[in-house]
């Protein structure tokens, strides 16, 4: 079965580093990957969508990358801030409707 | 835009206490619903998928009878936990996409503690 794997370790990084997560699945590529945000208690928030046959997609300072011969996901934040602290969760989708399929998450924590 | 609000955000009540959750899409029509179940520091758990209208597609493991699910209309859809028991607090989050290309958005969950 489908595997994707986060770093389940938190990520402690100083303001105004770049932060990058990552994000790793076996067995066959899904059609989209995506990462959320998601804050204790709150529901996921979407920031960025990759597809299939795209390397790179940029927001502001979020940048994502999608390998698929790594079978993997690089999430980029630029100039973190403290602010942007919390669990980064990616999600697989495949073409067989529109379900997602959720890594455990990465917490990341951005000191002043 | 893209809002989904999800009420209530938090809930405790007796043990076979029956509870709706209702998920609904603000500014955009979702056809399709679907209802997570979160544990402490786990990742989000796909319970079911709902489409307007029809009846909702529940993962395996997951009882249809005591999460019944309603996606009466393109903007509201509902859980009910039946006969709730302590096991099944948890946090529950829904989540909305306005078609089958476009990504889900996610309500801020909701907290169900029986006791």
């Known amino acids: 079965s489908q595997k994707i794997e986060q770093n389940s370790e938190a990520l402690n990084i100083q303001e105004g580093k770049t932060a990058t997560l990552t994000c790793n699945y076996t067995?066959?590529?899904?059609?989209?990957l995506q990462w959320y945000r998601q804050d204790p208690g709150r529901g996921p928030v979407f920031l960025l969508l990759?597809?299939?046959?795209?390397k790179e997609k940029r927001k502001e300072r979020l940048k994502v990358t999608f390998d698929t011969t790594l079978k993997q996901s690089l999430f980029h934040i630029t100039a973190s801030q403290p602010a942007d602290s919390a669990t980064y969760l990616c999600?697989?989708?495949?073409?067989?409707?529109?379900?997602?399929?959720f890594g455990g998450g990465t917490r990341l924590m951005v000191k002043p | 835009g893209a809002v989904v609000s999800q009420h209530p955000s938090w809930v405790i009540c007796k043990s076979g206490t029956s509870v709706k959750i209702e998920c609904r899409s603000l500014d955009f029509q979702a056809t399709t619903m679907f209802w997570y179940r979160q544990f402490p520091k786990q990742s989000l758990m796909l319970m079911a998928t709902s489409n307007e209208g029809s009846k909702a597609t529940y993962e395996q493991g997951v009882e249809k009878d005591k999460f019944l699910i309603n996606h009466a209309s393109l903007t509201l859809s509902t859980l009910t936990v039946t006969s709730a028991h302590p096991e099944d607090s948890s946090f529950y989050i829904c989540?909305?996409?306005?078609?089958?290309?476009?990504?889900?958005?996610f309500g801020d969950g909701t907290r169900l503690s029986i006791l």
């Open positions: 989540s909305a996409s306005s078609g089958i290309n476009q990504p889900q958005h």
């Open positions: 990759i597809r299939e046959n795209e």
């Open positions: 067995n066959y590529s899904p059609a989209y």
């Open positions: 999600a697989l989708r495949y073409n067989a409707g529109n379900m997602l399929t």
